[in-house]
Nanobody
Framework: VQLQASGGGLVQAGGSLRLSCAASGRTISSYAVGWFRQAPGKDRDFVAAISWGGASTYYADSVKGRFTFSRDNAKNTVYLQMNSLKPEDTAVYYC???????????????????WGQGTQVTVSS
């Protein structure tokens, strides 16, 4: 599975961005997918996860209520809608995927097998 993340950019605080993660090589309809982010000099942190089928989502406390994870299995793509962005959301965002059992999601980076290349999100104050 190859993952291609896109949609990052520069936005003012309070603005919105939608990240996309397009999969190729295999359909990811039976995969759980996660988003992680890494700011300069910091560890890679969990942001959000979605289960196979999309029935279950889970968010880090720092983004809960502002970010929404969705998936379009017909397009083999997942999306992270980010609203009310804050300067502390600035980071490189990575999508990751792994085969899964229906309804399960994963929050640890070492639980994922496939990673995209990352897309930069910069939020100015």
């Amino acid at each position: 599975v190859q993952l291609q993340a896109s949609g990052g950019g520069l936005v003012q605080a309070g603005g919105s961005l939608r990240l996309s993660c397009a999969a190729s090589g295999r359909t990811i309809s039976s995969y759980a997918v996660g988003w992680f982010r890494q700011a300069p000099g910091k560890d890679r942190d969990f942001v959000a996860a979605i289960s196979w089928g999309g029935a279950s989502t889970y968010y880090a406390d720092s983004v809960k209520g502002r970010f929404t994870f969705s998936r379009d299995n017909a397009k083999n793509t997942v999306y992270l809608q980010m609203n009310s962005l804050k300067p502390e959301d600035t980071a490189v965002y990575y999508c990751a995927a792994r085969r899964s059992t229906y309804g399960y999601y994963y929050t640890q980076s070492d639980e994922y097998n496939y990673w995209g290349q990352g897309t930069q999100v910069t939020v100015s104050s």
